[in-house]
């Protein structure tokens, strides 16, 4: 499985961004999709996930309200609509998918995810 990001780049705050991941090859079960982040010097963080059959989403709740997370079903591509950005929002933003387990409440944990794209940058200023 590959997973690519596209979308990132410069914004201004209270600007927005949507991230777009393309997944390829082939998923062996209950697939769920994420995104995280990491700014520099900080540990990767989730942002949200989505299981991709139920649509069932999960959010951290510092991003609540303001990211959307989105999939299509059809092609397993993955979205993250951002708006009302702000400077601590930025970070490079990873795009991964798991296909062992579904999502859960500790959907967050980076041991639980398989596969990884290589990363946006998205810079607020």
């Known amino acids: 499985v590959q997973l690519v990001e596209s979308g990132g780049g410069s914004v201004q705050a209270g600007g927005s961004l949507r991230l777009s991941c393309a997944a390829s090859?082939?998923?062996?079960?209950?697939?769920?999709m994420a995104w995280f982040r990491q700014a520099p010097g900080k540990e990767r963080e989730g942002v949200a996930a989505?299981?991709?059959?139920?649509?069932?989403?999960f959010y951290a709740d510092s991003m609540k309200g303001r990211f959307t997370i989105s999939r299509d079903k059809g092609s397993n591509a993955l979205y993250l609509q951002m708006s009302s950005l702000k400077p601590e929002d930025t970070a490079i933003y990873y795009c991964?998918?798991?296909?062992?387990?579904?999502?859960?409440?500790?959907?967050?944990?980076?041991?639980?995810?398989?596969?990884w794209g290589q990363g946006t940058q998205v810079t607020v200023s």
């Open positions: 991964a998918a798991r296909d062992r387990e579904t999502c859960g409440s500790n959907w967050d944990a980076l041991s639980k995810w398989a596969y």
């Open positions: 989505i299981r991709r059959y139920s649509g069932t989403t």
């Open positions: 090859g082939s998923f062996r079960g209950s697939i769920c």
